[in-house]
């Protein structure tokens, strides 16, 4: 009796260690910040503060937009695949689930044996239920459950800023396509205007009022404005291409696109920073994965500590396989078992340094990008105002460059004025007219940035 005592103390005294030991490990909450010090407002702006609650890509209100969005969340092969990494993601969460629960298996046999010597052959038939059950004493099997479902909200969220991000690249590829293809109509405008101060230069020539130094002038900057007409019609085709490819089309550069603009929305309300961590997916995925870390470190510890099973067999043999059923051919086993890890080298303090290296680098991870985050919001905040000021400056800049062509083209037919005076004067109204519909898709793609910046609905 003292000898079966025995085994069960030893295993009662494992255990007892194992509880402290386990109770002795440190393990800390995940932080929401990091740690990190959050201003209350903006310092970039403090204008609206109201709470982000609008759906960013409907305020340009632009149907073609809308459509051309949806498209690509359809049709986009970058997204498909991060979707197959979600997906993938769930199923691995799904199948660690599995641990917790009991394997039972069944296994059926036959076979036959003889030799040589003789036709005599013998056969025997098996059946067998073979089951198994690790009991999650100290929340080992749990602790890897928790970390792959925290790694699967993790890609979760990396899929939908995917999506967000896809959505606000397809904007601003719309948006270059339509500026490239104003930039095209406005080259075609300097050479229709060159074209016709060259017919004014060759009459003047004609008739003696002009020197051939102007005539060859004005033919070489007509020539300039034709080179740069086929240069800025093939990056329109480019441009088209790229946005064909965000659409998941095959870049043939034949997309019908408008050639205006859509109007600047209003500026967004921005909310306050601390807000703008849970709205980011980018965000929530670095956060799950400090979850993920400090998962992975409590099941590290635990794995350090004995496991307890029970496994169970029924198992039945026969010579007929009609017979192999029968009881008294079966016999059953029910065994309880326990590993205690003893000497490992010091594998398992490695591979708990180890989980506490990729914890500190997950904590880390999310403080970086919590940065880069607030980074993104305050410099889309700031060039908000910059191109704003910007745009008045350069509208007031084409309004009074154009009136100056305007009047250098009648006073160079009436002679009063040089060719060169009136070449000038026409490239000023030109380049401001360039540069002002650049500003305008700068502006629209600010836009895009800082809705992508602050999060929320798309």
């Not at 969460?93 to 030799?115: C, D, E, H, M, R």
């Not at 490239?180 to 020539?205: D, E, G, H, M, P």
């Amino acid at each position: 009796m003292q000898r079966n005592k025995l085994p069960l103390l030893l295993i009662l005294v494992t255990m007892t260690t194992a509880c402290s030991s386990l109770k002795s490990t440190t393990y800390h909450p995940i932080p929401s910040t990091a740690q990190m010090s959050i201003p209350t407002t903006w310092s970039a702006n403090s204008t609206n503060q109201q709470p982000v609650n609008i759906t960013w890509l409907k305020s340009f209100n632009d149907p073609l937009l809308l459509a051309l969005i949806k498209e690509g969340q359809k049709n986009n092969i970058d997204l498909q695949l991060t979707s197959a990494k979600m997906n993938r993601a769930w199923l691995l969460a799904a199948k660690s689930a599995t641990a917790l629960k009991p394997t039972v298996n069944l296994s059926i046999g036959q076979s036959q044996s003889g030799n040589f010597s003789s036709n005599d052959t013998k056969s025997n038939s098996s059946v067998g239920l073979n089951g198994s059950w690790e009991i999650d004493l100290w929340g080992r099997l749990q602790a890897g459950i928790d970390a792959s479902q925290a790694s699967a909200l993790s890609a979760q969220a990396d899929h939908r800023y995917a999506i967000h991000s896809l959505s606000a690249n397809l904007a601003k590829s719309y948006f270059k396509v339509i500026e490239s293809k104003r930039q095209v109509i406005i080259s075609q405008q300097n050479s229709s205007l060159l074209q016709q101060i060259l017919i004014i230069t060759q009459a003047k020539y004609d008739h003696g009022l002009s020197s051939a130094q102007d005539l060859a002038v004005n033919k070489a900057n007509l020539a300039s404005a034709k080179d740069q007409y086929i240069s800025l019609q093939g990056s329109q085709r480019n441009a088209l291409r790229a946005l064909e490819l965000l659409l998941g089309r095959y870049p043939s550069a034949s997309s019908e696109i408008p050639d205006q603009l859509p109007p600047l929305p209003a500026p967004p309300p921005a909310g306050i920073p601390s807000n703008m961590l849970e709205r980011r997916p980018d965000m929530v995925s670095a956060e799950r994965q400090i979850a993920a870390a400090f998962h992975i470190v409590k099941q590290t510890r635990a794995a350090q500590l004995p496991k307890f099973s029970l496994t169970s067999n029924i198992n039945g043999a026969s010579s007929s396989l009609e017979d192999v059923l029968n009881p008294a051919n079966m016999a059953w086993q029910l065994a309880a078992n326990l590993l205690v890890p003893l000497l490992d080298a010091g594998q398992g303090k490695i591979e708990i340094d180890l989980a506490n290296i990729d914890q500190q680098q997950a904590v880390a991870n999310y403080r970086q990008k919590a940065l880069n985050a607030f980074a993104d919001v305050e410099k889309n905040l700031d060039l908000g105002l910059v191109l704003a000021q910007r745009e008045r400056q350069l509208y007031e800049a084409l309004t009074q460059s154009q009136q100056a062509k305007k009047i250098a083209t009648l006073r160079y037919a009436e002679g009063e004025i040089g060719l060169l005076d009136t070449l000038n004067l026409q490239q000023q109204a030109i380049s401001a007219q360039s540069k002002l519909t650049s500003l305008q898709r700068m502006a629209l793609e600010q836009r895009v940035n800082l809705y992508l910046a602050l999060g929320g609905a798309w």
